[in-house]
């Protein structure tokens, strides 16, 4: 079992930047990956960014390419979500979820998740 705990969501304005804090606990296998996904009001979940604990690979949605970067910190089992010039459509609940051994965009493919934070950009 993984515990997944996320943080730093609020408001801000287009332009502005956020950072999401995602904390695990439990058996991290350090093979796997570990991913952030958002899920507007009205939409389908989607994958946003994906970080392997052991090498830091990373994958990113086309959406965010340039503006997000994904991080980790292997001694605090943490992965970090750095949102910089953030758009209104950016608007959604962030999650992190994890397990696979593939940086899958599909969700249906992880089987742990947190409870995710709201992250809301105004124009």
């Known amino acids: 079992q993984v515990q997944l705990v996320e943080s730093g969501g609020g408001l801000v304005q287009a332009g502005g930047s956020l950072r999401l804090s995602c904390a695990a606990s439990g058996r991290i296998n350090i093979n796997n990956f570990i991913s952030w996904f958002r899920q507007a009001p009205g939409k389908e979940r989607e994958f946003v960014a994906s970080a392997r604990w052991n090498d830091g690979s990373t994958r990113y949605a086309d959406s965010v390419k340039g503006r997000f970067t994904i991080s980790r910190d292997n001694a605090k089992n943490a992965v970090y979500l750095q949102m910089n010039s953030l758009k209104p459509e950016d608007t959604a609940v962030y999650s992190c979820?994890?397990?696979?051994?593939?940086?899958?965009?599909?969700?249906?493919?992880?089987?742990?998740w947190g409870q995710g934070t709201q992250v809301t950009v105004s124009s």
């Open positions: 979820a994890t397990d696979p051994i593939y940086p899958y965009v599909e969700a249906h493919r992880y089987v742990y």
